[in-house]
């Protein structure tokens, strides 16, 4: 589903992320770990290009969403080809595999730490503009769609109101059947519940379960053990722009392998 | 002769009236004509700003910052003069566009920068979320970006038109006939020895159209803010 090969990302000088590979299997329910600043956010933001890796490839499914990377094909690039053969060897390369980022973030969809609903449409507009815009739905689909998974949540009600009117759970789960109406194969979020007050964690950590109880492929970045221990198949921790270790959430919380690990998990839990 | 008396002497005498009108009508032409052109040529100079960087965007970018710098960084009425003297010196050029074209292409350079800070000041999380959905960059300015920005944007474009309007009583250096220098000829002539009544008459003229645009600039605010009603 989702191949990440040997990434890295620089801001400015400082590598963020030092070469992370990873493998995202259709039903799994990935759960990402790791104390601040240790390229989480990052990690999961180069999986739809939010963010632009610096080296390494990323493929969804059979397509190639990054530039080619000359260092992951040695059998393609003859080690004394000069710059311009290489270069040669890439075109025609991405020319066969590289797809269309647009269309491949239609199949993943995002949920920000900060909800990000488009704050000048309405709880319905905001659902069905990406499925109109792009020509996936006719209007009167779309509607329908929309009001379907918003009857889900129980917020029929809120469905001509602008974001600034709901609270932070219900933001968050709009934002969250805004993504489902594009009917994405997989879902990325990165802490859904960081900005909520607590009454209103469990409100979207349930809608999460169900999800996942569903069958859908997720990647979740979250600082909920707990839930993490509850929905994930498997666990990544990540630090200082590496994965350290990842297995079963067992393997993980109850037989941490690396130091830093323990020490991570001695901190939250 | 009192100020009343005069005020009320230069209202009925045809021949005032008729220099006032017509120095009102070429105030009122040149600033709106050069209002819409400064924003039309002012949204396309922000939207290459901000377009994302590419080799076939340099040339672009390169222009429109050297545009700004330069419309900034020098006083108007020169401005005025290298348009009239220099660009359009040609015969017969009507003033009164060459005078449209030059505070067009000044108002540009504000309205640019304007447009520029209000779209900068819509969170970056929105255009996230809008490419994240699979939308074009496109689709997620038109749609959602600009839509936000134009709220931000509506006080400062208005204070700029507002400017606009008053700096454009220069136009007397290139012999257009507007408000102001209208004003003068009164004021210079033979029944009216003295500037105070048609100077004062000319900034009441002055007064109404900013107050009146001051109100247009109101309704457009109360609008747009009914459309994300909380
Ligand atoms: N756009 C950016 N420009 C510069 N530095 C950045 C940018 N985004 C992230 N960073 C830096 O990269 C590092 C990793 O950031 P990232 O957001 O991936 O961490 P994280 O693991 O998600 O942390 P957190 O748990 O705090 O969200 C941090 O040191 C951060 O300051
Ligand atoms: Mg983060």
Redo the contacts between chains.
């Keep these: 589903m989702i191949n990440v090969k040997n990434v890295t990302k620089n801001f400015q000088s400082v590598q963020v992320l030092k070469g992370v590979s990873c493998t995202i299997k259709k039903g799994e329910r990935v759960v990402i770990l790791g104390p601040s600043g240790s390229g989480k956010s990052t990690l999961l933001r180069c999986m739809?290009l939010?963010e632009t890796p610096n080296s390494g490839e990323i493929w969804i499914g059979d397509d190639l969403i990054t530039s080619m990377d000359p260092a992951l094909h040695p059998d393609l690039i003859d080690k004394k080809a000069g710059k311009s053969a290489v270069r040669r060897v890439a075109k025609a390369y991405e020319a066969e595999h590289k797809t269309d980022i647009?269309?491949a973030?239609?199949q993943?969809?995002?949920v920000?730490q900060?909800f990000?609903?488009?704050?000048?449409?309405t709880v319905l507009q905001n659902m069905t503009?990406?499925p109109i815009?792009?020509k996936l739905k006719t209007k009167e689909e779309a509607e329908k769609t929309a009001m379907e998974l918003l009857e889900r949540i129980d917020l029929l009600d809120k469905i001509n109101v602008?974001p600034?009117?709901l609270s932070g759970g219900q933001k968050q789960r709009v934002?969250i059947v805004?993504?489902l109406a594009?009917n994405p194969k997989v879902m990325l979020f990165d802490e859904p519940t960081s900005a909520l007050d607590p009454e209103m964690v469990g409100e979207v950590l349930d809608l999460i379960k169900q999800l996942a109880d569903e069958g859908m492929t997720m990647v979740i970045v979250t600082h909920e053990m707990g839930f993490a221990r509850e929905v994930a198949s498997r666990v990544l921790f990540m630090d200082g722009g590496k994965i350290m270790e990842q297995g079963t959430p067992e393997e993980v919380f109850d037989h941490p392998q690396c130091p830093r690990l323990q020490e991570f998990l001695s901190k939250v839990i | 002769m009192n100020f009343f008396e005069g005020v009320s002497t230069l209202f009925s005498s045809e021949k005032y009236m008729d220099l006032l009108i017509e120095g009102f009508k070429n105030t009122f032409i040149i600033s709106m004509a050069a209002t819409v052109f400064g924003l039309i040529l002012g949204t396309i100079v922000a939207l290459i700003n901000l377009a994302p960087n590419s080799p076939l965007m340099w040339v672009p970018k390169a222009i429109s910052k050297v545009y700004i710098t330069v419309i900034r960084g020098t006083p108007m009425a020169l401005q005025l003069f290298i348009m009239i003297f220099v660009v359009f010196a040609i015969r017969g050029f009507p003033p009164v566009v060459t005078a449209i074209i030059a505070f067009g292409i000044n108002s540009g350079a504000y309205v640019a920068e304007n447009i520029r800070a209000g779209i900068l000041s819509v969170?970056i999380?929105?255009t996230?979320?809008?490419?994240?959905?699979?939308?074009?960059n496109g689709?997620t300015m038109m749609?959602?970006v600009i839509?936000?920005a134009i709220k931000n944007v509506i006080p400062a474009i208005g204070n700029e038109v507002i400017a606009l309007i008053k700096e454009t009583s220069i136009v007397g250096m290139i012999s257009i006939t507007d408000l102001t220098q209208s004003a003068k000829i009164i004021g210079a002539g033979n029944n009216m020895a003295s500037y105070l009544i048609p100077m004062s008459v000319a900034a009441l003229f002055y007064l109404a159209i900013v107050y009146a645009l001051t109100l247009v600039i109101k309704v457009i605010e109360r609008r747009l803010r009914a459309?994300?009603?909380?």
């Design positions: 739809n939010l647009n269309l973030r239609r993943m969809g995002m920000f900060h990000n609903l488009f704050n000048n449409l503009l990406a815009q792009l602008y600034s009117t934002a805004r993504a594009m | 969170d999380g929105q996230e979320a809008g490419r994240a959905l699979g939308l074009s689709t749609k959602i839509p936000q459309s994300d009603k909380r």
